[in-house]
C-alpha cells in the first residue's frame, strides 16, 4: 500500500511538472499574440492541457487527439495557423510512444489527427501556408516524438530485461552452489549406508555368531549381547544420519566403493563372517563396463546387507548369469519366521529399503531393471543389466515397480522416498515415481530471471535469450525506425515545402519599391523593379475586388514571412501599360 501510494504520488508529481511547463509555453504564445482573446486563447487551453496530461498516463491517445483540437483552432484563426500548442503537441505525442507498446492503435490516433486537420483546412478553404502548416509542421509534431518516444521505450526495456537476466544469472551462480553442497551430502550419506552400514551389519552377524559358542561364560555372553545391541543401535543412527544427509533419490555416484574390490571377494568376506551364502556364476564373463560393474558389486552388497539384518539365520542364494548382451544378478535369501532368532536380534525398523531405493536408481540409470518382492523360496533381488550402459537406454528405460524390503510379505510396498531439499535429476535419468517434487523449479516461473540448475556457469538459458534477443531486436527496429521515418518523410515533402516557399519568397515586392511604380508607364521601364514571378495563391476575397473592366490584374507579397498572412499589392495592367496599383489587406472578411 505505501509503495502505491509512493508510486500515485510520484506520477502526480510528474503530471504537475509537465503541466507547468506546457502552461508556461502556452503564456508566452498568448502574450507574444497580442490582441488574443483571454478565454479562448488563454483559459480554454490550459484547461484542456489540465485533463490531456493526466489522461497521458491512461489514455495516452485520447490526450493527443484532445491537444490536437488546439492546434486545430490555430488553423481556424485568420492570422496565423502556428501557434504554442504544437508543443504540447508534440510532448504528449512522445509519451504515447513511451507508454503504449503495441504500433497500430497509436498509428491510427495520429493518422485521425492529421486527417482532422487537413480537413480543416479544407473546410476552412485555407490559405497555402495553412495548407503547408498542415503537411509539415502537425505530422512533424504527431510522428517524429512518437518514434522517439517508442525509442525510449525500447531502450528502457532492454535495460530492464538486461539487469532481469543479470538477477537471474545471480540467482542461479546461488543454486549452482546450494547444488554442489547437496551433492557433497548426498556422496557421504552414500559413503556411510553402503559401506559403514554393511561393515556394521557384518561385525552384528559375527557378534551374535560368537554368542552362541559354548566356550563363553555367562559374562561374556552377556557383553556380546550388549556389543550386538550397541552395534544395532549405531546401525540405525547411521541410517538416521543418512535420512538427514541424504538427497531424495535420483543422484548416486557410486561413493564408498571401493576401488578394486570385486563381487567374489565381498561374498568370500560374508563368508567368512558366517553368513551363509551360497554363490554360483553361469555363462563366460563377459568384458564389464565400469559402471555396470559397479551396479553388479552394488546389487549384490546391498541384497547381502538387508539379508543378515532382516534375516540372519537364513541361507542366502547368489546366482550372476551372463547372457549374450545382459547379465542377470539373482539374490534370494529365505524368510524367517514369526518369531524365530532372526526377530532376537536387530529386526526391520523404520526406514527399512532406502537402501534397495537408491539400488533402484542405480539400475534405471544403467539401463537394467530390478524387481524385489517375496516369491517362492523366500525374498528375491533380481537385477538385469546391460553390458554397456549408453545415453539411450538411461532416457528410455522405465523406473521399475515399487520396492519392498527383505523379511516383509510381497505386496506390501518400501519406505517413500526420504523428505529433504530435493534435486533436479540428471537429464538422462529416467523420472522416480516415489521422488519429492522439484522446489528449484517451482520457485519461480520461466521469465528472463528463471533460473536452472543444470545449465553451465555462465551459460544463458534458450528461454531467455530469445526473450533477450526479442527485445533487443524491437530496440533495433525502434531506433531504425525512428531514424529513416523522418528521412522518409523527409522525400516526399521537403521537395514541396522548398518549391512552395520559392514561390513565396521569390513573388515578393518590397514596399519601397511598390511605391516607386508609377502608374501610366509601360511595363519594360517597371520590369526592374517587379519580383521574378507573380504571387500565385491570392485569396478569394482579393481575386473578387473590383478591378477596372479589361484589366489583368497580378498579386505580389509585400514581406517574406512564410507562416504569417501578409498584405498582398495588387497591379492591374491595361496591355503592357500599368493601369491601377492598390494594397488588399491582410486577413479574411
Not at 559403514?196 to 557378534?207: D, P
Not at 557410486?254 to 556364476?281: F, I, K, M, Q, Y
Not at 543378515?308 to 548382451?325: G, Y
Request: hydrophobic letters at 40%; charged letters at 20%; one cysteine or more.
Amino acid at each position: 500500500m505505501l509503495n502505491t501510494r509512493t508510486t500515485s504520488a510520484r506520477s502526480a508529481r510528474g503530471d504537475a511538472a509537465l503541466w507547468t511547463v506546457l502552461a508556461a509555453a502556452t503564456g508566452y504564445g498568448f502574450r507574444d499574440a497580442g490582441s488574443a482573446s483571454p478565454a479562448l486563447d488563454l483559459v480554454l487551453p490550459l484547461a484542456v492541457l489540465g485533463v490531456a496530461v493526466p489522461w497521458s498516463r491512461r489514455r495516452p491517445g485520447a490526450a493527443v487527439a484532445l491537444v490536437n483540437v488546439l492546434c486545430v483552432m490555430g488553423l481556424a484563426d485568420a492570422s496565423t495557423p502556428g501557434n504554442a500548442h504544437v508543443l504540447s503537441l508534440a510532448a504528449l505525442s512522445c509519451l504515447l510512444g513511451a507508454r503504449v507498446a503495441e504500433a497500430r492503435r497509436p498509428l491510427l490516433v495520429l493518422a485521425g489527427c492529421a486527417a482532422v486537420d487537413l480537413a480543416t483546412c479544407a473546410v476552412l478553404r485555407a490559405q497555402p501556408v495553412w495548407w503547408f502548416y498542415a503537411l509539415t509542421v502537425l505530422p512533424a509534431a504527431l510522428l517524429l516524438p512518437w518514434l522517439a518516444g517508442r525509442h525510449w521505450r525500447g531502450r528502457r526495456q532492454l535495460v530492464r530485461e538486461g539487469w532481469r537476466l543479470a538477477r537471474g544469472l545471480e540467482e542461479r551462480q546461488h543454486l549452482v552452489a546450494e547444488r554442489a553442497r547437496l551433492t557433497e551430502r548426498a556422496e557421504i550419506a552414500a559413503d556411510m549406508h553402503d559401506s559403514l552400514g554393511h561393515a556394521l551389519s557384518l561385525v552384528a552377524l559375527r557378534a551374535g555368531a560368537l554368542e552362541l559358542s559354548p566356550d563363553l561364560t555367562d559374562r561374556d555372553r552377556a557383553d556380546l549381547a550388549d556389543l550386538r545391541g550397541t552395534i544395532a543401535d549405531a546401525v540405525e543412527q547411521v541410517r538416521e544420519t543418512v535420512t538427514v544427509l541424504r538427497d531424495p533419490p535420483g543422484r548416486d555416484t557410486g561413493a564408498g566403493l571401493p576401488v578394486n574390490d570385486t563381487v567374489e571377494e565381498l561374498l568370500s568376506r560374508a563368508v567368512a563372517s558366517g553368513v551363509p551364502v551360497r554363490w554360483e556364476r553361469r555363462g563366460a564373463s563377459p568384458p564389464l563396463s565400469c559402471p555396470v560393474e559397479r551396479g553388479m558389486y552394488r546389487v549384490v552388497q546391498e541384497a547381502l546387507t538387508n539379508a543378515t539384518k532382516h534375516a540372519p539365520d537364513c541361507s542366502i542364494s547368489v546366482r550372476i548369469t551372463h547372457e549374450p548382451d545382459r547379465t542377470r544378478v539373482s539374490v534370494v535369501n529365505a524368510v524367517p519366521s514369526a518369531g524365530g532368532p532372526a526377530h532376537t536380534g536387530a529386526g526391520p525398523a523404520s526406514g527399512v529399503g532406502r537402501g534397495l531405493i537408491g539400488l533402484q536408481e542405480r539400475v534405471t540409470v544403467l539401463g537394467g531393471s530390478l524387481r524385489t518382492g517375496s516369491g517362492s523360496g523366500g525374498f528375491h533381488v533380481t537385477a538385469v543389466l546391460p553390458h554397456r550402459a549408453t545415453t539411450a537406454a538411461r532416457t528410455g528405460t522405465p523406473a521399475p515397480g515399487p520396492v519392498t524390503a527383505p523379511g516383509r510379505t510381497a505386496g506390501i510396498p518400501g519406505p517413500a522416498s526420504p523428505t529433504g531439499t530435493a534435486r533436479r535429476p540428471d537429464p538422462g535419468m529416467a523420472p522416480d515415481p516415489g521422488m519429492a517434487p522439484d522446489p528449484i523449479g517451482a520457485m519461480a516461473p520461466d521469465p528472463i530471471g528463471a533460473v536452472d540448475p543444470d545449465t553451465a556457469p555462465g551459460e544463458v538459458l534458450p528461454g531467455s535469450a530469445e526473450r533477450l534477443a526479442s527485445v533487443r531486436s524491437d530496440a533495433r527496429r525502434r531506433s531504425a525506425l525512428a531514424f529513416v521515418a523522418p528521412v522518409v518523410a523527409a522525400v516526399f515533402l521537403v521537395p514541396s515545402a522548398v518549391y512552395l516557399a520559392w514561390q513565396l519568397t521569390t513573388s515578393v515586392l518590397p514596399p519601397s519599391r511598390y511605391d516607386e511604380l508609377t502608374i501610366g508607364r509601360p511595363r519594360t521601364e517597371l520590369a526592374p523593379l517587379l519580383p521574378a514571378r507573380a504571387y500565385p495563391y491570392p485569396s478569394g476575397h482579393a481575386r473578387s475586388a473590383p478591378r477596372p473592366p479589361g484589366a489583368r490584374c497580378e498579386f505580389y507579397r509585400s514581406g517574406r514571412d512564410l507562416l504569417d498572412e501578409v498584405d498582398l499589392y495588387r497591379l492591374c495592367w491595361s496591355g503592357d501599360t500599368l493601369l491601377t496599383k492598390d494594397t488588399v489587406p491582410a486577413g479574411r472578411p
